[in-house]
Structure formats: structure tokens, C-alpha cells
């Protein structure tokens, strides 16, 4: 009897992958595929992360190749998979996504957190605010103010003025 499944998304312009396996032993070889996976590696501004180690694993978590990113952010694997196939896409040691031949993968790095001050840890986080005019332009001397608001009403907690850079 044949099966059939349909998937469905709500996401517009979604792509979805499928695979599936089949126990028992196989004769003949193997048809490798000339569809790669690509892997493209940014951090959190979006820039190219250069000389990073990815390792693609399959699905019993055998490893398949470790390509280095180059300057265009992309590390390209292309040896023995197989169309259809999931693979796992790590970056030390960490597993940051499953793919398909054919499928891209996007992957962004905090590389900000060896940045983090002491007095950052001790507060907790900071954040920046540029204030602008209806023409895009920065405007100094306004007040900005930091409230905390979870009981409902604000609890003022930091203000602040802007300087000449907004």
C-alpha cells in the first residue's frame, strides 16, 4: 500500500525538506549527488566569519567532511552525500542546523561575547539609543529614560541626554 504525506506551513515563501530511510541492505553503488550543501557563516552584524571550521555529520553522526569558511563566508561540502539525505551541520562542537543537499544554510555567531566588560556582567546588559528627526537627523540635548515597567507602572530606573552623535 502506498502512503503519502503532505506538509504544510503557514510561512509564506517557506521551504521545507523531506528524507526518509529505508532499513534492509542495498546492492549496487552508490549515486552520490554533485548538489552541495552550502553553509554560509556570519556573525551578528552579518559580516563574513573567515577561517571558521564547519563539520558535517549524517544522520547517525558520522562524519561526512570539516570544510574552513573563505572570505565569501561559504563553506561548501560536496563529497559522498546523497540526495534526500539529512545532515548536521556543527560548528565546535555545537549542532547549529539540519539540511539536504541543495538546501542552504545560514548560520550567525555571537562573536561579541569575548568583548563583554565586568561592569556589563554586573548589570546585566546595555543598550544604545540614537534619536533622530523626521529627516533622519541626529538631535542632541533630548532625554532618554530607562523604566522598569513589570508591576504596571513605570519605575524609573536611568536618563540620560543624547550628545551630538544622537
Not at 556573525?43 to 555529520?57: P, S
Not at 556543527?90 to 539536504?100: L, P, R, V
Not at 533622519?136 to 541626554?161: C, H, N, Q, R
Amino acid at each position: 500500500m502506498v502512503k503519502g504525506y503532505t506538509i504544510r506551513t503557514s510561512q509564506a515563501n517557506s521551504q521545507l525538506a523531506a528524507s526518509f530511510t529505508a532499513q534492509g541492505v542495498g546492492q549496487g553503488i552508490f549515486d552520490y549527488t554533485k548538489t552541495p550543501v552550502d553553509v554560509y557563516v556570519r556573525n551578528q552584524d552579518a559580516e563574513a566569519i573567515v577561517d571558521k571550521a564547519v563539520t558535517l555529520k549524517d544522520s547517525s553522526g558520522n562524519l561526512v567532511e570539516i570544510v574552513t569558511t573563505g572570505k565569501d563566508e561559504l563553506a561548501r561540502f560536496t563529497k559522498g552525500l546523497m540526495d534526500g539525505t539529512f545532515y548536521a551541520v556543527f560548528m565546535d562542537g555545537k549542532k547549529m542546523s539540519e539540511t539536504i543537499p541543495g538546501m542552504p544554510v545560514n548560520v550567525a555567531l555571537d562573536t561579541s561575547k569575548g568583548q563583554a566588560t565586568e561592569q556589563t556582567k554586573a548589570t546585566g546588559f546595555n543598550f544604545l539609543v540614537t534619536i533622530l528627526d523626521k529627516e533622519g537627523k541626529v538631535l542632541e540635548g533630548k532625554e532618554v529614560a530607562l523604566s522598569d515597567i513589570t508591576d504596571g507602572k513605570p519605575l524609573p530606573l536611568k536618563a540620560a541626554k543624547t550628545n551630538a552623535k544622537g
